[in-house]
């Protein structure tokens, strides 16, 4: 089924701070490669220490192809490159607990900055 780019499609799921006391939520809908969710963890992992704690809430299942380089047209599809996540305003991607407000609002921060996606830091209601 086709869906229409010009619907503006939120989450329906996902989308409050339900474990930690600070997430890192999406603004704009995109794709999350697998790599990227890694290098935003290792940053928030860094912050958190031994204190915290994080949650990764959401997992890349669909896998995306790419052809080799100066491939022609035509020849099948190309080989399963790695994995990815569909993102749709309003998923909290990461949360913390543990630490202080002014640490954790700076580490979500700077996790978003690796990820292809605009974020903001939300926190806990």
């Not at 035509?74 to 569909?86: A, M, N, P, R, S």
Request: glycine fraction near 10%.
């Amino acid at each position: 089924m086709r869906k229409n780019p010009k619907k503006v499609r939120i989450e329906t799921r996902g989308t409050t701070v339900a474990f930690g006391s600070f997430g890192l939520k999406v603004i704009a809908p995109g794709f999350i490669r697998s790599n990227q969710i890694e290098a935003a963890r290792k940053v928030v992992a860094r912050a958190t220490a031994k204190t915290g704690k994080m949650w990764i809430r959401v997992f890349p299942d669909r896998p995306f192809t790419q052809k080799a380089a100066e491939v022609g047209m035509g020849k099948g599809k190309g080989d399963v490159q790695g994995y990815e996540v569909e993102v749709l305003p309003g998923r909290v991607l990461f949360e913390i607990d543990g630490v202080e407000s002014v640490a954790a609002e700076l580490a979500l921060r700077k996790a978003g900055s690796k990820l292809p996606v605009k974020t903001k830091v939300v926190a806990r209601v």
